[in-house]
């Protein structure tokens, strides 16, 4: 079993920033892929930011260029930076850990609305 744990949503003005934090156990970055995704509601869940165990790290169109996600290792966490939010990324944002070929394991989510 991996324990994720997110924070770091709010509310947040169109163009503002946030930064999500996934808290993970040590030493898994080696092992398991680290994603963000998110679901609206409505919507199905989609892949917002992964980072492989290899070292390559892909975006969804939607938020290329805005979103970075990064890993600390010494700190045992994950970051997905958000900058210029807009309202369309309003969501419950969620830390995944995957190893190919079998079920992602999730955090508890953060919400995260944009809104004037």
């Known amino acids: 079993q991996v324990q994720l744990v997110e924070s770091g949503g709010g509310l947040v003005q169109p163009g503002g920033s946030l930064r999500l934090s996934c808290e993970t156990p040590?030493?898994?970055?080696?092992?398991?892929?680290m994603g963000w995704s998110r679901q609206a509601p409505g919507k199905q869940r989609e892949s917002v930011a992964r980072?492989?165990?290899?070292?390559?790290?892909t975006y969804a169109e939607s938020v290329e260029g805005r979103f970075t996600i990064s890993k600390d290792n010494a700190k045992n966490t994950v970051y997905l930076q958000m900058n210029d939010l807009k309202p369309e990324d309003t969501a419950v944002y969620y830390c995944?850990?995957?190893?190919?070929?079998?079920?992602?394991?999730w955090g508890q989510g953060t919400q995260v609305t944009v809104s004037s």
């Open positions: 995944y850990a995957k190893i190919h070929g079998l079920e992602p394991y």
């Open positions: 040590p030493n898994i970055f080696s092992f398991y892929d």
């Open positions: 980072s492989a165990v290899g070292g390559s790290i």
